[in-house]
């Protein structure tokens, strides 16, 4: 009779880890499918959770908050990327950069963000923790997750090497404006009713 401590346990396992520049020829030799939702974390494809309607919508509120006067120096990029180190490509909902002067930056970088958002239901735990961390540590200044679960925004602020050191909770009748933006003040409640 084999008993459990008579069976080795198995050799580490070494991983592949994609590089950005791996993952994006990997895109545009068409292995993964042009509307296929994944992003590269930590150098491995993750599949992204495909937006509903609602998610769509909110999306669509707050992107219409960035196109006020008080923003008209800055661009709102919807589902767009973001390179947050040479293993990391995230696919962000929205990402909010200044307005260059001359032609914009082929590729934005963390340290060019004004702000982030995630508008999380499906994705609440992986967007309130793991992405969290994840955008800190890249030094993005100011990321939010807009809460369609508990209808509430949570933001986070002072990025440093072990994710964020300050995180905020904005309930409905509450405004929030950006640390880049101050002018700029949103109801939250538009953004998760």
Same mark, same amino acid.
């Given at each position: 009779?084999?008993?459990? &401590?008579?069976?080795?346990?198995?050799?580490?396992?070494?991983?592949?880890?994609?590089?950005?520049?791996?993952?994006?020829?990997?895109?545009?030799?068409?292995?993964?499918?042009?509307?296929?939702? =994944?992003?590269?974390?930590?150098?491995?494809?993750?599949?992204?959770?495909?937006?509903?309607?609602?998610?769509?919508?909110?999306?669509? /509120?707050?992107?219409?908050?960035?196109?006020?006067?008080?923003?008209?120096? /800055?661009?709102?990029?919807?589902?767009?990327?973001?390179?947050?180190?040479?293993?990391?490509?995230?696919? =962000?909902?929205?990402?909010?950069?200044?307005?260059?002067? &001359?032609?914009?930056?082929?590729?934005?970088?963390?340290?060019?963000?004004?702000?982030? =958002?995630?508008?999380?239901?499906?994705?609440?735990?992986?967007?309130?923790?793991?992405?969290?961390?994840?955008?800190?540590?890249?030094? $993005?200044?100011?990321?939010? $997750?807009?809460?369609?679960?508990?209808?509430? $925004?949570?933001?986070? &602020?002072?990025?440093?090497?072990?994710?964020?050191?300050?995180?905020? $909770? /904005?309930?409905?009748?509450?405004?929030?404006?950006?640390?880049?933006?101050?002018?700029?003040?949103?109801?939250?409640?538009?953004?998760?009713?």
């Amino acid at each position: 009779m084999v008993q459990a &401590r008579d069976i080795a346990a198995p050799p580490e396992i070494e991983r592949w880890r994609w590089t950005v520049n791996h993952f994006r020829k990997l895109g545009e030799s068409g292995a993964l499918p042009a509307d296929a939702r =994944v992003e590269l974390i930590g150098g491995e494809i993750v599949m992204a959770t495909a937006p509903g309607r609602r998610h769509l919508t909110r999306l669509d /509120t707050l992107i219409d908050q960035f196109r006020r006067p008080e923003a008209l120096h /800055t661009l709102a990029w919807r589902d767009g990327w973001l390179r947050l180190s040479a293993n990391d490509e995230a696919r =962000v909902d929205l990402i909010v950069l200044p307005k260059p002067a &001359r032609e914009p930056a082929p590729e934005p970088r963390s340290r060019d963000v004004l702000l982030l =958002v995630e508008v999380a239901d499906a994705s609440r735990a992986y967007d309130l923790q793991f992405k969290a961390d994840l955008y800190g540590r890249a030094g $993005v200044p100011e990321y939010w $997750v807009l809460d369609l679960v508990d209808r509430w $925004v949570v933001s986070f &602020r002072e990025p440093g090497p072990k994710g964020y050191r300050l995180r905020q $909770v /904005t309930l409905p009748g509450a405004s929030l404006a950006p640390r880049a933006l101050p002018e700029l003040s949103i109801a939250v409640a538009t953004l998760v009713s």
